[in-house]
């Protein structure tokens, strides 16, 4: 039944696809095929093709079964109902086929739809990608513009209230700019834009005078410069009359050129010394400049070239040094023969260290009498400090061995000022700096060499190192000359040569009186006839002066040094002499001279041993018995002593010294005191006390 | 011009009665007052360089010269020129000296004349103070009430030194006498003039006695003349001290041994047999003071023509040296 069934519907199909072929014209047979098995395939369920699949498969199993049967019977009319079957089979295995097919166009047609839908959710899901990406894109320039600043809130703006103030009504507009913020920044910033164009023209205008001006400078420059070849010729033409009335214009034109290249410290000098050469006269105070010029220019230069060089630079080049001398200690190990050299070395070293600028600074103070001191001030530049070197001239020439010494030797300049001998460098720094040159010497041992550095001279060129000393040690900063301190020391300076000088000659003077053997006579003093007589005056040494026993006391209590003038007086009468050791101080006559006596009379007696010789050592001295306290000459002490020694001897009792002399008592008290006392009654009285 | 208290002089030194102070006067009218305490039991920790300079130095108003010093248990004595002031213990030890207490004017006839008052001799018993001055003359003053009790007349130059035993005084001067004074009576009855005896005279140095001291039975008196011991009774030179001087100016007995000294380099203490049984070393050139105590403690200042004043605490060498200036 199942057979006829599939028949008939074969028959169907057949009649309609035959039908529809009769019908439409045969124009792509192919394609219409497919287009029929497609709509076929779309028509038919794929459940009940199924079903009829393993329907016919069954159908097919069963007629293999009755084949292989009716073979095994092998008769004619099976043979029949063989083919009868196999046709039957056939048919059948043409159904499947179909079959087969219809599904797999069907499948293929159920995967192109899937494609199909695949393709189109792609596309929307691409599409809503980019809106979203879009979305963002806006937001950030939102933000952005969000967060945009203006170019006008960077400019400073007039403050408010005087905006209100200041600007003219259509500017500021005031009944819509005090309601609408914007407005008001929109109008303060027109106002802003005018005031500032107004400027801006002000300031073209200003810059182009300002240029109008300097044009003019510049032509009155050049007329200038124009003009010196004519003033140098004036200045050729006024020679001879300047010869003619001896003025010294142009030596102090010189002087100046040279002035400005000294080093500060000398400038300073020559600078207030000539001032005070001006008000007090050439007479008085000259002063000068010498050296060489050339040089100095040479140095100045190349001291403002180097000068930052040096400052930077300076630790490391000691540094330097310091390996050097390792270095050519280490070889001296080895080759002994470098010694002459590092010799040789050395004393290059030292030159350098202690090497003068080459202009130097001459002050001449002159006295009354023609008696000037030339002093001579160099400056040490890499030391730093000032030093002093003098000559002396003398209007005629001394006579006396001891007076000549008075105003020759040192000590003329020593003790200005309290204590200020120029034995040492007053600048803390010059051992430091001298070993950093590798000199090993102390400064004391140039001195004899380059000159005295005296404090006063440091001072008066306006170096003040005790200033450094008082400030942090560490902190080294470089000395500035003070002009004020070169000022009042300068002056200070120049009135205490003048005196020391005239002191100097007075004791030279003194000097010479007491080396001849005169005394002389003191002013307003009642003369006493004096019987012992001053018999030998001279100078003495170190030496002989701090042995004698009498000067022990003395040197004890640290009154007399070295340093002092030291002096022998031999005082005679009759068959007592008197040995009297005089100490001058530099100072003198500020600070009186000091006696140490020896009598050889019956003995040899001092103050040591004696009272008698103590008591006339007090009274010339000290000024115990002068209620003044003034300054005592020389000669005054000198009579004081011939005239306590008269006073001793006449009191003795001995016969040879007969007493001449008015004394009230010859001895007074448990010490016996002699009357050295004077008192000035009638032909003068001598008292004890 | 040197300061004068390089060439002090110190002529006369004291004790206070309560033997802290020790007070000594010079040639300019200074007194000074040296602590004692701080110097003889110094305080390391508090010592100063000037611990060994006076605690206090006054100036006399009139400036002379101090001549002499006694000490009584009220009083600080001062003889000076013309005058015998007392000041209170208190007032002395004060930083600033004050006005005398008490002032006793020595007249004299002439103005010019200036009399010293070379010695001061306290006699405890009597309250008397006795003064031999350069007028030549010892006075007896009643500390009572001031009054001048008696004068002893007799020398010929002025006084160096005066010395009292019991009612015995006895006067040296530069007159070269040595006199025995009965207190009671007011004269001499004795008197020596070693200057005559050949042994002791040295007309070189002169023929003043510069000091003397009385004993029970012995006088020990020497100046220009040798130091000597004298038997009061015989007014035999018993012993002549051979010692280096060139002039003695202090000697006095102390337990068995005479101390003497002057100008000379050291301050001897002899045996009655002449032997020198000490000799110290002193600073001064001259030496017109030496003051003994042996209560509280025992001690010996040495002072004369220098500003260092020797101290002794053993008797035997110099301990400490104080500075007057």
């Known amino acids: 039944m199942g057979k006829e069934d599939t028949s008939a519907k074969k028959r169907r199909k057949l009649n309609n696809s035959s039908s529809e072929i009769s019908k439409q014209p045969p124009v792509d047979v192919y394609k219409r095929v497919v287009e029929f098995e497609e709509s076929e395939a779309q028509s038919r369920s794929a459940e009940k093709d199924a079903i009829l699949f393993k329907k016919f498969c069954q159908d097919v199993r069963q007629l293999f079964a009755d084949i292989a049967e009716l073979k095994a019977k092998g008769t004619n009319e099976s043979k029949e109902k063989i083919n009868a079957k196999r046709v039957e089979a056939s048919l059948l295995l043409v159904a499947l086929k179909k079959l087969n097919r219809l599904e797999k166009v069907r499948t293929r047609a159920g995967r192109d739809a899937l494609n199909k839908e695949k393709q189109r959710v792609d596309s929307t899901h691409l599409l809503l990608q980019n809106l979203l990406y879009e979305a963002d894109h806006l937001n950030k320039e939102v933000t952005k513009c969000l967060q945009f600043k203006s170019k006008d809130e960077e400019i400073e703006l007039v403050p408010l209230e005087d905006f209100y103030k200041e600007a003219p009504k259509d500017i500021s507009r005031p009944e819509i700019t005090k309601n609408d913020e914007h407005q008001l920044q929109l109008a303060r910033l027109e106002w802003e834009l005018r005031q500032r ?29 124009a003009l010196a070849p004519h003033l140098r010729d004036v200045l050729k033409a006024t020679k001879p009359l300047q010869e003619c009335l001896a003025l010294r214009l142009d030596e102090k034109r010189d002087e100046t050129r040279a002035a400005s290249l000294l080093p500060p410290p000398l400038f300073l000098l020559y600078a207030n010394g000539s001032a005070y050469s001006d008000v007090l006269g050439a007479a008085h105070v000259t002063v000068g400049i010498s050296g060489d010029e050339d040089e100095a220019r040479r140095l100045d230069q190349l001291n403002t070239s180097i000068e930052n060089d040096i400052l930077v630079s300076n630790d490391s080049d000691s540094d330097q040094d310091n390996i050097d001398d390792d270095q050519a200690e280490k070889k001296k190990r080895y080759h002994r023969t470098t010694k ?42 890499n030391l730093k400090i000032v030093v002093v070197k003098f000559i002396m001239s003398f209007p005629r020439p001394i006579t006396g061995v001891s007076a000549a010494d008075v105003l020759n030797s040192d000590s003329i300049l020593n003790e200005l000022y309290p204590g200020d001998n120029g034995n040492d460098s007053p600048h803390p720094a010059t051992t430091y700096l001298l ?19 005296y404090i006063w001279a440091q001072r008066m060129c306006g170096l003040d190192f005790m200033a450094i000393i008082l400030d942090d040690p560490k902190q080294y900063k470089p000395i500035v000359p003070s002009q004020s301190l070169s000022v009042v020391t300068v002056e200070n300076f120049i009135f205490t040569i003048k005196k020391r000088l005239e002191a100097r000659v007075e004791l030279m003077k003194e000097l010479q009186d007491l080396e001849s053997g005169k005394i002389l006579p003191i002013k307003n003093n009642t003369p006493i006839r004096l019987s012992a007589t001053l ?34 007086a031999i005082v005679t009468r009759q068959s007592a002499k008197l040995v009297a050791l005089v100490a001058l101080s530099s100072d003198y006559p500020k600070k009186a001279p000091l006696f140490s006596l020896t ?53 003795s009792g001995s016969v040879e010294f007969p007493p001449d002399k008015v004394m009230l008592k010859q001895v007074r008290g448990r010490n016996r005191m002699k009357p050295y006392k004077i008192l000035k009654q009638g032909p003068g009285l001598f008292v004890q006390y | 011009m040197l300061d004068k208290m390089l060439y002090n002089t110190v002529l006369c030194q004291t004790y206070s009665p ?178 005559k005896k050949a042994n002791i005279s040295r007309p070189e140095i002169g023929k003043w006695i510069g000091s003397v001291a009385l004993d029970e039975d012995w006088i020990v008196c020497g100046g220009g003349p040798r130091l000597a011991l004298w038997h009061q009774r015989s007014l035999d030179a018993v012993m002549v001290f051979d010692i280096p001087d060139r002039g003695i100016h202090v000697s006095f007995f102390h337990e068995d041994c005479i101390v003497a000294g002057g100008a000379a380099k050291h301050l001897y203490q002899l045996s009655y047999s002449g032997e020198v049984k000490v000799e110290l070393p002193v600073s001064a050139t001259t030496v017109y003071s030496a003051e003994l105590r042996t209560s509280p403690n025992k001690l010996l200042a040495i002072a004369g023509s220098s500003p260092e004043i020797d101290i002794c605490t053993s008797f035997k060498y110099r301990d400490q040296v104080l500075h007057f200036r």
């Open chain 1, 535 to 568: 018999t030998q005056w001279q100078s003495v040494g170190w030496p002989e002066y701090s042995q004698s026993p009498s000067t022990a006391f003395l040197i004890a209590e640290g009154l007399v040094t070295a340093e002092n003038m030291l002096y022998r």
């Open chain 1, 435 to 453: 070993n950093a040159a590798g000199v090993t010497d102390h400064f004391q041992n140039f001195i004899p060499e380059v000159g005295r550095p």
């Open chain 1, 599 to 651: 009598l050889d009379w019956n003995g040899t007696h001092h103050a040591g041993v004696n009272d008698d010789v103590r008591d006339i050592e007090r009274l010339i001295n000290t000024n115990w018995d002068t209620n003044d306290s003034g300054p005592q000459t020389l000669s005054a002490q000198m009579t004081k002593l011939l005239t306590s020694i008269d006073i001793l001897l006449e009191t």
């Open chain 1, 197 to 225: 164009r107004e400027l801006a023209g002000a300031c073209n205008e200003l810059v182009s005078s300002k240029e109008r001006v300097s044009a003019a400078i510049a032509a009155a420059r050049s007329r200038l410069v």
């Open chain 2, 18 to 195: 309560c033997g802290k102070y020790l007070i000594a006067g010079n040639i300019y009218g200074h007194i000074a007052v040296f602590d004692l305490d701080a110097i003889l039991h110094p305080v390391i920790e508090l010592l100063t360089p000037d611990y060994n300079k006076p605690k206090h130095l006054h100036l006399l108003e009139n400036k002379t010269q101090i001549c002499s010093l006694a000490t009584t248990d009220n009083f600080l004595i001062v003889g000076t020129v013309n005058e015998i002031s007392g000041w209170d213990w208190k007032a002395v030890v004060q930083s600033k000296l004050s006005k005398p207490a008490w002032t006793i004017k020595i007249s004299n006839q002439l103005k010019i004349d200036e009399t010293d008052v070379n010695s001061l001799w306290f006699n405890k018993e009597e309250n008397k103070i006795y003064a031999g001055c350069g007028d030549n003359k010892v006075y007896v003053y009643n500390l009572e009430d001031g009054r001048r009790l008696n004068t002893f007349d007799g020398h010929k130059d002025f006084i160096h030194s005066i010395h009292g035993r019991g009612k015995q005084l006895i006067s040296a001067g530069e007159d070269g006498l040595v006199m025995l004074w009965d207190t009671r009576m007011g004269k001499s009855h004795n008197k020596l003039e070693p200057h």
């Open chain 1, 340 to 381: 002459i050299s590092k010799e040789e070395k050395a004393e290059a070293k030292k030159k350098q260290v202690l090497q003068k600028h080459p202009l130097n600074v001459q002050i001449s103070v002159k006295i009354e009498d023609g008696t000037a001191l030339n002093l001579i001030f160099f400056y040490l530049v």
